[in-house]
């Protein structure tokens, strides 16, 4: 059975609606920001901070691409789509699904940036960061979820109708 791999901006939902896809489809789930802290022992904000931020991709990019499952829904770290090579080893054998919202709702639903290890630079802006990932999201999606307006039981139920034909 494919992966269902979510794709999108950090506050979109992706671990949320998850688990609960997850569980809805009776698959297994995958956080891939869970699972590099995991097997590094270091948060990502900390290998942000003092790695920077093309090492913490570079880490990203070896654990995406070394990612062997199957009937996994999948939760990728906002920056999974700078990493080309995971990104599209993660496509071999999975459905990518971006959850889109606009900038407004991010803003509102990110309240400390620095804690949470965006993979960003001091000079940069979090509408910087959303409008240069938004063309790659857009890119790498076999479906765009547009998440504005609906609640999480709502947003489950037609990301599961979505994927009926893809899963079929």
Known sequence: MKNIVLIG???AGKST?????????????LDTDVLIQNLTKRKLSDIIKYDGIEIFTIIE????YDIETEGTVIS???SAVYCEEGMESLKE??????IKLPYKE???RISDIK???????DDETLLDVYNKRIPLYEKYADIIFEAEG??????????CELLKNELA
């Open 9 to 11: 901006m950090p506050g």
């Open 17 to 29: 609606l998850g688990v609960l896809l997850a569980k809805a489809l009776g698959m297994d789930f």
């Open 61 to 64: 990019n070896e654990f995406l």
């Open 76 to 78: 990728t770290g906002g």
């Open 93 to 98: 054998n999975g459905i990518v699904v971006y």
């Open 106 to 108: 991010i803003e509102k």
């Open 115 to 121: 804690t949470r290890g965006i993979a960003m630079s």
């Open 150 to 159: 609906k609640n999480i039981e709502q947003s489950v139920k037609e990301i």
